[in-house]
């Protein structure tokens, strides 16, 4: 069995996410670190609240509170709602810890060292009307590139280009909206990225099994225009990690914090330690090769904006350092998740967040349609319409209806224990046959990550399940053959008890609810047959209540008019 460390990119503290958050990153990472525990593999899976920068400073000071209470109380609501939705966590951390001070410290000194890190002296831009500098991506205007008309000063979200607030037309402040800029000199710290660009090439050439998705935005920014840039890694702020040389001040930096984007992914390697410190573990030996994570498998997920920053800047601080740190092995990226028509956003409050999700349905509901709905090869959309159809006929009517079915039709004739009697016949080995044949396949997709073609083929497997009840008939069976129709029933509640193992990754609350109604200790299928005899004859177990209740079309039209793309 293999080791398997899978970090999830970090939510950012100021507010509640979006599905189109959670299914770009924490959810598709769930589902694989669910799948290799259920294969048995050790799994390390690791995420935190990505506490840094101007934003929480803001979100706090809406409030009224001190930015640390702020982003402690951000970081208890979103672990409770990251709960809420299965998400199995080895350590959820939070980005503002001392282990994670500590070692950004601690990597900026080791670039600083190996001659990575320049001082530049550079003009910002600074709003009067604010009265302070303004960190990049609070300065808003339209994109030089693409034209999209609010283009943050770092980045654009629409077109993923690179900017500097200078590149934008028509700059505002993203604070008060105040056109008063001006431009003043400040010094700051810059990683000399373009001092690591043929490395980071190199070893991006080297991932020949990564999605296109991945390596073509990361190679966007290693050679379009002038290639791969120099990168400010401090800002003129309060609130962040202060610029330190490991434990020693940094002359000339007084007063100034790394840059979110510097300490963020180092946070992986700090909620490890974190996760360490509180339970007594070794976080060096899932990040450090010579402390024995060379056997590691490191999968990283995340939303395409991220990806240059994964696939360059992280990099690059960890291989800059000279110490024999883990690099990822592979990075599985997502396009976006749009909402009936528009784009999902939380600073615009458009779209359906998740703690409205889970107040309106329970969890597995919004698992189940995100994840076979996935933006994997290109965007996908959420409508109220699909995601009413796919919880109808995928859930209730496929396997709802199959446990229901089995379960009270086995209570009624032979009681609340595996009926006894009958042996298999030709249509039981078809069965077996078939689903050996689904379930190696649904392995082979879950390996891969390929998401929505692995909810197909769990999809199918129900199918199969549905398609030999129908067939078999006990009820019909039953008035002939009390034997035989015992049999199958045993068939039926054998394949429950698989069903539960198998689907639970993506729907897990509904697994376990099988699990407990079959009484049933079954682990992954190695031999299908074994599988489907597991729960013998005199086997306890208990009708479930209903598992999925069908969206109506009041519930439908009421919900679509509830979230027509504002939050209040």
Known sequence: ??????????????????????????????????????????????????????PAELAAAKTGENVADYCKRMHAEQSKLADGFGLSFDHYG????????RLTQHFAGRLDEAGLIREVSEKQVYSNADGRFLPDRYIEGTCPNCGYEKARGDQCENCTKQLDPTDLIDPRSAISGST?????????????????????????????????LTT????????????????????????????????QPWPGMEGKVFYVWFDAPIEYIGATAEWADANGGDWERWWRTDKGADDVIYTQFMGKDNVPFHTLGFPATIMGSGEPWKLVDYI????????????????????????????????????????????????????????????????????????????KFCRSKFGEAVPEGG????????????????????ESLMDRMEIRKSAAELRAIWVLGNEYLQAAAPWATFKENPELAAMQVRMGLNLIALYAVLSAPFIPFTAEKLREAMNSSAEWPGNVDTALTALPPGHAFTVPENLFAKITDDQRDAWQERFGGTRG
């Not at 939070?94 to 001070?101: E, G």
């Not at 749009?338 to 889970?358: I, K, P």
Request: hydrophobic residues 35%; negative net charge; proline residues 3%.
């Open 180 to 212: 008063d800029l001006e431009v003043r000199e400040t010094k700051h710290l810059f990683l000399r990225q373009s001092a690591m660009r043929d490395k980071i090439a190199e070893w991006i050439d080297s991932k020949t099994d990564w999605p296109v």
């Open 423 to 442: 042996a298999w016949g030709d249509a039981e080995r078809e069965l077996a046959e078939a689903l050996t044949v689904r379930i190696r396949n649904y």
């Open 332 to 407: 599985k990226s997502f396009n976006y998740l749009t909402y009936d028509g528009g784009q999902f956003s939380t600073s615009q409050g458009r779209g359906v967040f998740m703690d409205d999700a889970l107040d309106l349905l329970p969890a597995d509901y919004w698992r189940w349609w995100l994840l076979s709905h996935a933006p994997e090869s290109g965007d996908s959309e959420f409508t109220w319409e699909n995601f009413q159809q796919s919880v109808n006929k995928d859930l209730a009517d496929v396997l709802g209806n199959f446990a229901s079915r089995v379960t």
């Open 94 to 101: 939070r980005s503002s810890s001392p282990q994670n001070h």
């Open 216 to 247: 073509s935005i990361a190679k966007k920014w290693l050679f379009d225009g002038d290639g791969l840039q120099d990168r400010g890694i401090t800002r003129d702020l309060d609130w962040g990690v202060p610029v330190q040389k490991g434990d």
């Open 1 to 54: 069995m293999a080791r398997h460390l899978i970090t999830s990119a970090l939510p950012y503290i100021n507010g509640i996410k979006h599905l189109g958050n959670l299914v770009g990153s924490q959810l598709p990472a769930d589902l694989y670190a669910r799948y290799l525990r259920g294969r048995g593999h050790e799994v390390m899976f690791i995420c935190a609240t990505d506490e840094h920068g101007t």
